[in-house]
Structure formats: C-alpha cells, structure tokens
C-alpha cells in the first residue's frame, strides 16, 4: 500500500501543478456554460432593430389585421415597433406576379420575408407559406403562426355566426408552469432550459473529466515506456502497484476539480437563487460520476499500455470519445421521452450507464430496481476493467515494438 501512495502522490502532484490542468480547470466551465446557456440565450434574444415584414393575402380579410397585430404587439426595447407589415397584395386574383415581386424585395433586403394567405381561409384547406432568405429564426415563426392562427379562427367563428371577440378572449395566450413529480409524489417547478442544463452540465463535466484524465494516464504510461523509466520502477514495485497507484493518483485530480466545479456551481446557485438540481438528485449524479470515472479509467489504461506512441493509442482513444459523446446527441430525444425502449436498453449498458443516468435522473428519475441493477453492473464492470487492465498493463508496459493485435490482447487476459 505505501508503494501505491507513494505512485498515486507523485502523479497527483506532477499533474496538479502543470498548466494544462490549471487551464483546463478554469476553462472547462467556462465551455460547459457557454454550450449550455448561448444556444438557448440566443434563440430567446430579442431583436434591437426593427424588421420589415409583407403579406400577400388572396382572402382579403386577414392583411390588415395582421398588420395591426404584429406592430401592435410586438416592442422593441426603445419603444419601437419590432416589425412593421407592409400589405403587398390583398386582391382575390392571381398573385404570382406579386409573389415574384415580393421574392425580390426579399432578396435585395427590402423585405425581412412575407406571406402568403390563400382564397380559403374558413375552410380547413387553409394555404399559409411564410418566404425568406431565412427560416431558422424561430421567434419570428412563432409570432407570425399564433397571429395568423388567432386571425383565421376569429374569421371562422364569424363565418358561423359566433362573435369574433369572443373567440380572441377565449384563445388568449396564457403561461404555462411546469411542475415535476416524483416517484414519492413530491412536486416542484421546474422549466425545460433548468432540467435540460442540469443534465447537461453533468454530461459535459463527465465528458471533460474522463477525457483529460483518461488522456493524462494514456500519456502517462507511453512517456514512461518510451523513456524506459517504467523499467526502474517496476523494480521497486508490482506493475500491479504501479497501475493502482496511477489510477488512484489521477482519480484523485479528477474528483479535485469535481469538488472545485461543484463548489462553483454551488455559489452560482446561492447568488441567483436558482437550484439547477435536487440535493437527492445530486447524490446519485455523483455517485454514477464516480463508478463512470473508475470504470473509464480502467479501459484507458488497458488502451493505452500495449501501445508505444501516442499516435498508436489515439485511434483507440477515439472510439472510447464517441462513446462519451454519444449521450450528449441524444439528450434532445432524452428529454422528449425518458421512458423510451432504447434510452433504458442503452441504461445498462456499462459504457453508456453513467452518462445514460445522468441524463434520466434530472429529467425522470428512474426507477429503484433500475438504479440497484445499474449500480450493481457498474461495480461488476469496474470489477472486471481493471482486472482485465492489471493483466494487459503488466505484460505490455514492458512490451515493445509492434502493436499487439485484438487476439493477442484476449490472450493477455485469458493467461495473464
């Protein structure tokens, strides 16, 4: 044991104090908000300038209350208009050729974009196209499908002898509070851009960790092979020791910057008042965070022992990053549908557990035998990653020249 601290205190140490750590522990938060809130700030952003909208409307009953809606309604933070509506057309004719006029306006920047109404609006065969340069600006789409949709039914409800105020009184935007339940029948508010960045920041925080530190141990080793110093220390200790030692020293740094990550995200918390995250919730995240950092450790180091470069180790290194970087893709489907058949199946399995759990526990926690099952796979296979690791780093810290194949590396295992 003192042979293991004695390795565990010198990588802890070395890599502490290097600047790369010391970067990347101010830098990765910095990133990890800046994925998690910009996305979102800037899809939210208000316009700062006005922006000039037209309508063609072969109904002729739906430009002009368009018009006075969307100027009426929407503000610019000085008091402006955020767009103002210009009626291109409102005859029943064809308008084809207002069309490609409007589509010119469009293209030489007169126009933001326009729309078209069809003849039939009363009807549930309502043609409606909105025409830009661009329309990924969801704010904008939003907006002009809630006025158009208030609009036509007002226009509906006339048609069948209904008053039209009362309709617009009736279909009146109002806001909806989310509230989350828990299995014990618990409630509490929570909206989609806290659960999403609370399962987010632990994915990127997971994601960050496993890489770098997986990546200083992968480092780790090479250098010392290729400079022959493993050869000195595996005389004084058991290559057992010395990878034990390794792993333990580099978990070390690893929960160090959890604890200066959590310490942040704690004060954040206090000064905003914003609790990102139950306590409980918390507890479990960290713990999955644990046995996901243990058993990546293990794969790394049973990666990177056989190889002798850098360059050799880095296809394989590869693969274990899209591994990390696959829950990150499907925390959007995630939030949809936690209870999907794939997104549980992915649950248990040993690569995916750890970044699969942090994704459902914030969004719906899931169930208690599905929490004691996942524990107990983890620590199997944390089992079983180091074992087979101990037994490939013994024989290949000391191997050289060409790279092991797949059947030599099973043959480690099995005879090592």
């Known amino acids: 044991m003192n042979k293991i601290l004695a390795v565990a205190r010198w990588e802890y140490l070395e890599k502490v104090k290097s600047k790369a750590f010391l970067i990347g522990l101010l830098v990765t938060p910095v990133i990890m908000l800046a994925m998690g809130f910009l996305p979102m700030m800037f899809v939210t952003q208000e316009d ?37 509506v210009r009626i291109i057309d409102s005859s029943p004719s064809d308008s084809a050729s207002a069309v490609r006029s409007a589509d010119g306006m469009v293209l030489s920047g007169e126009l933001e974009g326009f729309c078209t109404v069809g003849t039939e609006i009363v009807s549930d065969s309502v043609d409606l196209q909105y025409r830009s340069r ?40 109002f806001e909806l509070r989310t509230v989350k339940l828990n299995k014990s029948g618990g409630q509490e508010e929570a909206d989609f851009g806290k659960v999403y960045f609370s399962s987010f920041a632990f994915l990127m925080m997971m994601f960050f960790m496993i890489v770098t530190s997986g990546q200083l141990l992968v480092r780790s080793v090479i250098e010392e092979k290729s400079n022959r110093i493993v050869e000195v220390l595996v005389s004084s200790c058991s290559p057992r020791d010395l990878m034990a030692g390794k792993v333990l020293g580099l978990s070390g740094l690893g929960f160090t910057q959890l604890v200066i990550w959590g310490t ?8 905003t008042g914003n609790v990102f995250i139950h306590p409980a919730e918390a507890g479990f995240l960290i713990m999955y965070f ?37 829950p990150i893709v499907l925390s959007f489907p995630a939030m949809r549908d936690p209870e999907a058949t794939w997104l549980r199946v992915l649950t248990f399995i040993p690569f995916f557990t750890p970044t699969m759990m942090a994704l459902r526990v914030p969004i719906q926690f899931p169930a208690p035998w599905e929490i004691a099952v996942t524990i107990v796979v983890m620590v199997a296979s944390i089992y079983g990653a180091m074992v087979a690791a101990g037994k490939i780093f013994r024989i290949g810290i000391l191997s050289t020249g060409k790279s092991p194949t797949l059947r030599e590396l099973i043959h480690w295992v099995k005879n090592g």
Do not use: W
Request: glycine share 8%; no cysteine; net charge positive.
């Open 48 to 84: 700062t300038t006005t922006k000039v909208l037209g309508i063609i409307d072969r109904s002729g009953a739906v430009a002009d209350q368009f018009r006075i809606r969307m100027e009426s309604k929407y503000k610019l933070s000085n008091g402006n208009p955020n767009y103002v």
């Open 134 to 173: 661009s329309v990924g600006d969801f704010q904008l789409l939003d907006r002009m499908e809630k006025t158009l949709r208030g609009i036509i039914a007002e226009k509906r409800a006339q048609a069948m002898g209904l008053n039209p105020s009362v309709v617009k009184d009736l279909t009146e935007q």
């Open 264 to 271: 942040i995200g704690l004060f954040i918390s206090l000064k």
């Open 290 to 326: 644990v046995l996901g950092y243990l058993f990546y450790a293990g794969v790394f180091i049973a990666a990177g022992s056989p190889f002798n470069t850098e360059q050799e180790a880095q296809q394989i290194n590869s693969y274990l990053i899209i591994l990390l970087i696959l």
